[in-house]
């Protein structure tokens, strides 16, 4: 099967800075593929240049390939873009309650969606955002719907967005940190609910995210980010049991979350030193100055990314798997 | 003597929407030495509760004790001396350093104000501490812009321990914090812990955090504790359904995926149900509890829950 | 989607690049090799924002002045300062004295370039000496309201409460006043000379100030450091003046350089109503003893009326700039 999204050799340029160099990553018909990296490493960005609603600072470079479909976004006429972001492409964002109107109802919210790009009358419309509300499990949703966002709360808000974001049915859902801003409790219900929607709207789903537990459970392809570089992609399994680069495995090592019954009173936990450093005039691996493993060679030319096994990349020619043999091909993406 | 006890502690706000209950009777203990950690979802009144404790927000009733002294009804100037020895550390390294002062400056105002030394002692001691906390030695004349966050949450912290508290009062001093950098700030409080012979309350809404950090655990909903044991205890026999569910609700990637453990949203805390007031998402929840608050009983040493159905959970 | 929602998209849009370029300037500090094993390694420090910070006040005097607007206002001020200054120098005699002839059109006589009122008053001499009056009135009436207002206010925004309910209830009735009818009885019961108006300038146009002051105290008052401020055990002046005040600042000195402008126009609007001091020329009065020969001698209102205009001008104008210069949003984008 073709895939639905393949962005190839993707650079994102400021005047000053590249926040995203060559990237490249392919997502398949309802699957869902998590972006995971810290601030600064790159990922929301990604997200707003496939929706091209880049900041006019920014630029994609001529070389870049982003193709939906079979359709090439870069330099698609805004009018274009304008039809297919919102009924192909739809994006929900980290904070609900500033992505929403506040001095609109919710319902009046969704049904102009659907009257812009369905073409809807306004009664059909408020039917559907009912049904809409409904289909994001939102509690009385006939009520519901005449609310203001400040009357709901963060949850229902995100659901909110939700249901605006798949009101006309989109292929692909980019979901740039949906569930940073909830409790734990709530985020899990919103995954679930994102998972759902996935499979019976047979969409495709891009999770962008900084939290590798959320990863685990949700995706089925990982890309770690760092400083606007891919170092790593594997499936979610074989990036946990066996992390190769040593971004992941230190990000893996650092958390407190996926090193159990570990106390403080037992040791320090692993720390990965300094901060994200950007690659503006660095030559070399972007993670060098803070990699436990650096040698002087990683600072003559950025690590191609290899393919060490089966469905896998990484970026460090040094890596050393506990489990698969380095493949020797050194394929370029 | 615990170093600081609270009874009872009610901090109750109006606002538009009617009488907001915050924190709702509060009874807690944080002896010399010992970390413990307050966990509970936005909105259940862990910050407010640890703002109350040290009198940055004025409590409605109840009692508040630092080693053994009533502090709860001192005036601002008689609290100067106990400002000192409990310190805060914030949640948004951002927005809790003044911008428009050098870190110098920031360090050195707690100094003039407790009146600790002439100026040459006074930046003998910023520069013992900027060196503590890990940070360069000419951050001094910086402005708090040009710091990364980790690097404002050193700042933060150092400005807490300049004038060497003994009880350091934590709101989240990760969460806003890359991953990466997460560990770096845990492990400098540890390594303050046992420099200082500190004492913290650590104020998280992450479970697992809290797990690496704490000694004990109080588990807050809505205001009110509603299970306490020490750490072991409460990660190997959680009694409480909510702790419970908290804890199933932390994507792990050890586990398979499951259903989301709770449904519905946190009550308005101007809106407390009646009965016990998780029962409105308890999977649990039966007649008495919605009829009948729960008391807070030991079901064992050490380990204090608010449910009718504590002893039925294991 | 809405126009709305793209709208709120790029706004997100541009925070996040001002982020990321934040991020993406930060270089390797960390150069010298690899550093794992050193737990304590510092943070990569924005090198790009390093520079900013040192010359705070100096980036925005950069942005100012590479605003032409603003360049040119602060420029026509520096004038008239000048002129003002230059004015007993250049025409030492009192420019209320009769020198030639009147009705004198400007040009006729090259003795009196801007040529004479209708009693035979030099027109360039008052020009010249009503720049004096405008100035301090303008400067004096908005330092005084400035003081009170930001003291006011502060004292209103910090402490709260039933303090803040009397202040703005004080506020209130003043700004339900009709400033300029007040203006004008304050005049009237006192006797007018120039430190009666610019009092009563003061006093009308407080205030506004106090409005202002009082709403950034309000939010910043809120903000995490102040109440680090408080857990340190810091006395209210401290945080009032040290941690706050600072803070507050930018919108305040946005506000003065139009309170000037505003001072400027009512002592001129008193003026010509005769409510002025007889004792000095002003640009006011000029214009409003000129106003009775508006149609066979315009230029007696006219002139003094430009000298109003540009310098009210060059005040907003400089107000816009220094907005430019220290709205921290707007400066951080450039």
């Not at chain 1, 070389?63 to 994006?91: D, K």
Request: with cysteine.
């Amino acid at each position: 099967m073709t895939s639905l999204l393949q962005v190839d050799n993707l650079t994102i340029r400021f005047t000053r800075a590249e926040p995203v160099r060559n990237l490249s990553f392919e997502i398949g018909h309802s699957e869902t593929l998590a972006i995971v990296g810290e601030s600064g490493s790159g990922k929301s960005l990604t997200a707003l240049a496939l929706m091209q609603l880049l900041p006019s600072a920014a630029e994609i470079a001529a070389e870049s390939r982003i193709s939906f479909g079979g359709r090439e976004l870069t330099g698609l006429a805004a009018r274009e873009m304008r039809h297919l972001r919102g009924r192909e492409i739809a994006m929900i964002f980290q904070e609900p309650m500033t992505s929403l109107n506040p001095v609109m109802t919710i319902g009046r919210q969704i049904a102009e969606v659907l009257m812009v790009h369905e073409k809807l009358s306004g009664r059909a419309a408020r039917r559907r955002a009912i049904e809409l509300l409904e289909l994001v499990r939102i509690p009385a949703p006939d009520k519901r719907i005449d609310d203001y966002p400040h009357q709901l709360s963060g949850g229902m808000r995100q659901r909110v967005m939700i249901a605006i974001a798949v009101a006309c049915k989109p292929k692909l859902l980019i979901a740039d940190e949906p569930t940073t801003a909830l409790d734990v409790t709530i985020q899990a219900q919103v995954l679930d609910l994102l998972d759902t929607l996935r499979r019976e709207l047979r969409m495709a789903v891009i999770l962008i995210t900084h939290d590798l537990g959320v990863v685990a459970q949700w995706a089925d392809n990982v890309v770690v980010m760092y400083a606007g570089r891919k170092v790593e992609q594997a499936l979610p399994g074989d990036l946990f049991d066996d992390p190769l680069h040593p971004y992941t495995r230190g990000l893996l090592s650092a958390s407190p979350r996926l090193k159990r019954d570990f106390h403080y009173r037992d040791g320090p936990l692993t720390e990965i030193p300094g901060s994200i450093v950007s690659a503006v005039g660095e030559a070399g691996c972007p993670f060098r100055p803070r990699c436990n493993q650096a040698r002087a060679s990683c600072g003559h030319h950025v690590p191609p990314l290899i393919v060490p096994a089966e469905d896998r990349l990484v970026a460090c020619p040094f890596t050393t798997s506990s489990k698969a043999v380095p493949h020797a091909a050194s394929l370029r993406f | 003597m615990p170093l600081l006890s609270v009874s009872d502690l009610k901090t109750h706000y109006k606002s538009r929407d009617g009488l907001l209950r915050a924190v709702d009777g509060v009874d807690l203990v944080v002896e010399r030495g010992e970390t413990v950690g307050l966990v509970g979802e936005s909105g259940c009144g862990k910050s407010t509760l640890g703002k109350t404790v040290l009198r940055l927000v004025e409590p409605t009733a109840g009692r508040i004790a630092f080693k053994g002294e009533d502090i709860t009804t001192r005036d601002q100037k008689s609290l100067r001396s106990v400002r000192k020895s409990i310190q805060m550390i914030f949640q948004d390294p951002y927005a809790s350093l003044n911008p428009r002062q050098t870190i110098g400056e920031i360090l050195e105002a707690p100094l003039i104000v407790h009146k600790a030394g002439d100026r040459a002692r006074r930046q003998q001691v910023i520069s013992g501490i900027v060196a503590k906390v890990g940070l360069p030695a000419d951050s001094i004349n910086r402005y708090p812009h040009e710091f990364s966050g980790g690097q404002r949450q050193r700042i933060g912290i150092a400005r807490a321990l300049l004038l060497s508290p003994e009880l350091v009062v934590c709101d989240e001093p990760v969460s806003a914090l890359d991953l990466s950098i997460q560990a770096q700030i845990l492990n400098l409080l540890v390594e303050m812990k046992k420099e200082f012979g500190l004492s913290y309350l650590f104020i998280s809404h992450d479970l697992s955090v809290v797990r690496y950090f704490a000694d004990r655990v109080l588990v807050m909903y809505l205001g009110r504790i509603v299970e306490s044991a020490d750490n072991a205890t409460l990660w190997s026999d959680p009694r409480h359904p909510y702790t419970r569910a908290l804890m199933d609700a932390v994507p792990d990637p050890a586990r398979p995926r499951q259903a989301a453990p709770l449904g519905g949203d946190l009550p308005s805390p101007s809106d407390i149900p009646t009965g016990c007031r998780f029962h409105t998402r308890c999977p649990l929840a039966t007649d008495l509890c919605r009829t009948h608050e729960p008391e807070f009983r030991t079901v064992a040493p050490g380990h204090q829950v608010a449910c009718h159905l504590a002893s039925h959970i294991h | 989607m809405s126009i709305a929602d793209a709208v709120n998209i790029r706004d997100r849009a541009a925070e996040r690049q001002a982020a990321a370029a934040q991020e993406a300037a930060a270089t390797g500090a960390a150069a010298d090799g690899p550093a794992w094993s050193n737990m304590k390694a510092p943070d990569a420090r924005s090198q790009q924002s390093a520079t900013v910070a040192i010359t705070n006040g100096r980036r925005a005097l950069t942005v100012f002045l590479t605003n032409p607007n603003a360049l040119f206002g602060a420029g026509f001020l520096a004038f008239v300062i000048l002129v003002a200054l230059a004015a007993p120098i250049l025409y030492p005699e009192d420019p209320l004295s009769m020198v030639a002839r009147p009705f004198l059109w400007p040009g006729q006589d090259p003795a009196y370039p801007l040529g004479t009122d209708g009693l035979g008053r030099d027109v360039l001499a008052g020009i010249l000496h009503g720049a004096r009056i405008s100035l301090f009135v303008g400067l004096f009436a908005t330092v005084l309201g400035l003081t009170f207002g930001v003291l006011v206010g502060a004292t209103a925004g910090y402490f709260g409460g039933w303090v803040d309910d009397v202040l703005v209830r004080l506020i209130e009735i003043f700004q339900t006043l009709p400033s300029f009818v007040l203006l004008v009885v304050l005049v009237a019961i006192a006797q007018p000379s120039a430190t009666t108006v610019t009092l009563a300038i003061a006093i009308i146009s407080w205030p506004t100030v106090a409005r202002l002051t009082r709403a950034e105290f309000r939010a910043i008052r809120e903000k995490d450091f102040v109440v680090a401020a408080r857990s340190l055990g810091y006395g209210h002046g401290r945080i009032i003046f040290h941690e706050i005040l600072p803070n507050a600042l930018p919108p305040i000195i946005v506000t003065s350089s139009v309170m000037v402008a505003t001072a400027i126009l009512m002592e001129s609007a008193l003026s010509f109503m005769g409510l002025g001091d007889p004792n000095v020329v002003s640009w006011g009065s000029m214009i409003g003893t000129g106003r009775e020969l508006v149609r066979t001698a315009w230029y007696l209102t006219a002139l003094p009326g430009l000298a109003i205009v540009f310098t009210v001008l060059a005040l907003n104008l400089i107000g816009d700039g220094l907005n430019d210069a220290l709205n921290p949003r707007f400066s951080q984008d450039r």
